[in-house]
């Protein structure tokens, strides 16, 4: 079984149409939105959907996977952002996966929702980065083994980049798979930030993972809504 767990903050425009997609799809899982304390109808959203679990936590994408992780009970735990959408048949194809342990963590190739082409030559650069790195960002429905996820310690404790923190640890014991069709991203955040903005930030992003620049300023991952 999957449990896709969904951390959550003020996300009323995007988690129904984003849950609504989840319950298309077949397979064996569970749905677990952990939601970090909205001022919003997000909860409210969540609570409308039958069979979803919804629970509280600290703020923050670390702490709210991390508590979604500790109550999941599912052989894959699938880490899904509130406005991506998976593909057809992903969880389906998970549940295949279950019985191949030589598949431990893995993540989906990438695209923004819409035309737009700029935000297609983000996307293109952003796999092009995760090919060469191996390093699966939050918004590429990262998933892992319960097991293997617990014994490396889940999310580390800290306000940005606790994906790649994660994945380079992944990365010393396993190789993540990644899949296509991609996931699908609305792209509302990136056309409200504007593109060019957006697309050096995600590039800045990518040279401080890649060459260890100096850490990013914590309003540099403002909250776009």
Known sequence: MISVIVPVFNEEKALPGT???????SGEYEVIVVDGGSSDRTVDIAYSF??????????????QMNAGAAQASGEWLLFLHADTLLPGGALLRLNNMEEDHAVQAGGFLHQF????WRLKLISC????????????YGDQALFVRRSFFESLGGF???????????CEKLLTVTNPLLLSP???????????MGVWRSFVRVLLIILHVEYRLPVLPRMFFQDIR
């Open 182 to 192: 991609p996931v699908v991203t609305d792209a509302r955040k990136f056309l409200k």
């Open 156 to 166: 580390p404790d800290q306000p940005i980049l606790e994906d790649v923190a994660f």
């Open 19 to 25: 849950l609504n997609a989840l319950f298309t799809q």
């Open 50 to 63: 039958a069979g979803v679990h919804v629970m509280m936590a600290t703020k923050g994408r670390a702490s």
């Open 125 to 136: 650069l952003d796999n092009f980065r995760c090919t060469r790195s191996r390093i699966v």
């Open 113 to 116: 929702s819409g035309d737009d």
